[in-house]
């Protein structure tokens, strides 16, 4: 049976009912249900270190993979309070992946204290305004609980054409925020889903600009003879997590590929305007890469980052921007 649930907005969720369970006051089941859906939302916000415990089987009515060959498992994981959440995985061989899509939580039962409601995960374009079928979720995260060291997690899969095609029992733990309590009014519209309109690369004091569009084709190159798909332009996502996302967006929004950095303030700097950059999470932040905010405003961002003799000047926007075409 497909479970549908209505939201009247992304984050407030009205629950399902049990007919053949006690009866209750409707009002006070409701707002039971709304504080609890917003509690474990809010706990669940940010980005998560895992640990994988042991492999586990699903008590629940969904209809589970039956792949049992293991190809990866959750290294960590970010969830964000639009309900979007980005998941980097890795195979045994030590190769790093990213799902990424949408989430929305679901109270099977009766809402009791301290229940803790299934998430259900969707792919990037799955719309989760207005009715949802949950059927067409690709996971569920369930039996989740909440530590003083973090939290635990039971992950099952729902379709096989993710590697994280095995169900596994997690533990998580929470990491730090990167932003200085008393940075968060100047600094906290940099935590945005940024459009890179132009990147201008600088050589010798020889700039060449649109670069954007060539970083595109030279990592797309092999697309462009086998047929794969090539997107049409990049954005940056930073969180205040310390997470640095690039993603290779398609016409229609969908992502593509994305790839991962790690930003942390540069402390010898008083101004409060520099990052530092490192691309391995291995990398020691000595090794790292500066970058300087040379603008931030409501729609623009301009960072200039300065890596041995070559200068990127990446200019982002909020506002859309126009694709690159092949």
Same mark, same amino acid.
């Given at each position: 049976?497909k479970k549908?649930?209505l939201?009247p907005?992304?984050?407030?969720?009205?629950?399902?009912?049990?007919?053949? =369970?006690?009866?209750v006051?409707?009002?006070?089941?409701n707002?039971i249900?709304?504080? /609890?859906?917003?509690?474990?939302e809010i706990?669940?916000v940010?980005?998560?270190?895992v640990?994988?415990?042991?492999?586990?089987?699903?008590?629940s009515?969904?209809?589970?993979?039956?792949?049992?060959?293991q190809?990866?498992q959750?290294?960590?994981f970010e969830?964000?309070?639009?309900?979007?959440?980005?998941?980097?995985?890795?195979?045994a061989?030590?190769?790093?992946?990213?799902?990424?899509?949408?989430?929305?939580?679901?109270?099977?039962?009766?809402?009791?204290q301290?229940?803790?409601?299934?998430?259900?995960?969707?792919q990037?374009?799955?719309n989760?305004?207005?009715?949802?079928?949950y059927?067409? =979720?690709?996971?569920?995260?369930?039996n989740?609980?909440?530590?003083?060291?973090? =939290?635990?997690f039971?992950?099952?899969?729902?379709?096989?054409?993710?590697?994280?095609?095995?169900?596994?029992?997690?533990?998580?733990?929470?990491?730090?925020?990167v932003?200085p309590?008393?940075?968060g009014?100047v600094?906290?519209?940099?935590?945005?889903?940024?459009n890179l309109?132009?990147?201008?690369?600088?050589?010798?004091?020889?700039?060449?600009t649109?670069f954007?569009?060539?970083?595109i084709?030279?990592?797309?190159?092999?697309?462009?003879?086998?047929?794969?798909?090539?997107?049409?332009?990049?954005s940056?996502?930073?969180?205040?997590y310390?997470?640095?996302y690039?993603?290779?967006?398609?016409?229609?929004?969908?992502?593509?590929?994305?790839e991962? =950095?790690?930003?942390?303030?540069?402390?010898?700097?008083?101004?409060?305007?520099s #990052?530092?950059?490192?691309y391995?999470?291995?990398?020691p932040?000595?090794d790292?890469?500066?970058? /300087?905010?040379?603008? #931030?405003?409501?729609?623009?961002?301009i #960072?200039?980052?300065?890596r041995q003799?070559?200068?990127y000047?990446?200019?982002?926007?909020l506002?859309?921007?126009?694709?690159?075409?092949?």
């Amino acid at each position: 049976m497909k479970k549908y649930i209505l939201l009247p907005t992304v984050l407030i969720l009205i629950g399902c009912l049990n007919k053949d =369970a006690p009866s209750v006051n409707p009002f006070s089941q409701n707002e039971i249900f709304l504080e /609890l859906q917003l509690q474990s939302e809010i706990q669940f916000v940010g980005k998560w270190k895992v640990r994988r415990v042991s492999s586990t089987s699903n008590t629940s009515d969904n209809t589970q993979s039956k792949n049992n060959n293991q190809t990866c498992q959750i290294y960590n994981f970010e969830m964000f309070n639009d309900n979007t959440f980005i998941i980097k995985s890795v195979d045994a061989d030590g190769n790093y992946g990213f799902i990424t899509g949408k989430y929305a939580t679901y109270y099977e039962e009766i809402v009791v204290q301290d229940e803790i409601p299934f998430i259900y995960l969707f792919q990037d374009n799955f719309n989760i305004s207005g009715l949802i079928d949950y059927s067409q =979720a690709f996971a569920t995260i369930e039996n989740l609980v909440f530590t003083p060291e973090g =939290a635990q997690f039971d992950y099952f899969p729902i379709e096989d054409d993710y590697c994280l095609n095995s169900s596994y029992n997690y533990e998580a733990e929470k990491e730090e925020l990167v932003l200085p309590q008393d940075e968060g009014d100047v600094l906290n519209s940099l935590f945005n889903n940024w459009n890179l309109r132009n990147l201008i690369v600088t050589v010798d004091d020889s700039s060449q600009t649109g670069f954007q569009c060539e970083v595109i084709r030279q990592t797309f190159e092999e697309c462009f003879n086998s047929g794969c798909e090539i997107p049409e332009r990049i954005s940056l996502d930073l969180t205040p997590y310390g997470s640095y996302y690039w993603k290779y967006l398609s016409s229609d929004g969908s992502i593509t590929k994305i790839e991962d =950095a790690f930003w942390k303030f540069d402390e010898t700097d008083t101004t409060g305007r520099s #990052l530092l950059i490192k691309y391995d999470e291995q990398t020691p932040w000595l090794d790292s890469y500066p970058i /300087l905010i040379e603008e #931030l405003n409501e729609t623009d961002l301009i #960072l200039i980052e300065s890596r041995q003799d070559i200068t990127y000047t990446y200019r982002l926007t909020l506002n859309e921007v126009e694709s690159c075409e092949f």
